[in-house]
T-cell receptor, first 110, second 114 residues
Framework: DQQVKQNSPSLSVQEGRISILNCDYT??????FLWYKKYPAEGPTFLIS?????DKNEDGRFTVFLNKSAKHLSLHIVPSQPGDSAVYFC?????????FGQGTTLQVKP | DAGVTQSPTHLIKTRGQQVTLRCSPK?????VSWYQQALGQGPQFIFQ???????QRGNFPDRFSGHQFPNYSSELNVNALLLGDSALYLC?????????????FGDGTRLSIL
């Protein structure tokens, strides 16, 4: 029973356009959500996070939106760059442990 | 400022053997968590150590054990290795003093069981 789901295994966008990655969760007790980016042969790199008391957090080209009623969060990357091509994981925090989705592979085409 | 470091980077073992993986947390961090990532999956939580004690544990058998040292570094031990233990093992560190702080990951140890 997966508590955090990323239903799109892959996403392809053109350089300069917006990338939208989605994540759904089932446990309403989650109070902190994170996005990580992972390149091959490297560990996950922290990108951006959001507390459950907020509905939006922005950091440069990255914005995370949280819809608690729908138990849904999304990561927007604007504008997308070829260097953004990687696997993106969403994660939810439960008492300090992270529960991850399966990941979405983003390809940004030049 | 060194980030999270893990050793070794790669390891090959045979079924039934035992393995020890090591992790040094990011400077200023006092909590270490271990995750297992199978191919094509997201990382799965194994356990977390704080103040040299196991604070939380995921759904992993007792063959998986750990330790945290006074300098906050940590070890993950796996006994009686199975083929299914082949995976990337990730260590993450954080600072417990503040709530809602991100965990920072090392590059992992790739464990292959033959």
């Amino acid at each position: 029973d997966q508590q955090v789901k990323q239903n799109s295994p892959s996403l392809s966008v053109q350089e300069g356009r917006i990338s939208i990655l989605n994540c759904d969760y089932t446990n309403s007790m989650f109070d902190y959500f994170l996005w990580y980016k992972k390149y091959p042969a490297e560990g996950p790199t922290f990108l951006i996070s959001i507390s459950s008391i907020k509905d939006k957090n922005e950091d440069g080209r990255f914005t995370v939106f949280l819809n608690k009623s729908a138990k849904h969060l999304s990561l927007h990357i604007v504008p997308s760059q070829p260097g953004d091509s990687a696997v993106y994981f969403c994660a939810a925090s439960e008492d300090g442990k992270l529960i991850f989705g399966q990941g979405t592979t983003l390809q940004v085409k030049p | 400022d060194a980030g999270v470091t893990q050793s070794p980077t790669h390891l090959i073992k045979t079924r039934g053997q035992q393995v020890t993986l090591r992790c040094s947390p990011k400077s200023g961090h006092d909590t270490v968590s271990w995750y297992q990532q199978a191919l094509g999956q997201g990382p799965q939580f194994i356990f977390q150590y704080y103040e040299e004690e196991e604070r939380q544990r995921g759904n992993f058998p007792d063959r998986f054990s750990g330790h945290q040292f006074p300098n906050y570094s940590s070890e993950l031990n796996v006994n009686a290795l199975l083929l299914g233990d082949s995976a990337l093992y990730l260590c993450a560190s954080s600072f417990t003093g503040w709530s809602n702080q991100p965990q920072h990951f090392g590059d992992g140890t790739r464990l292959s069981i033959l």
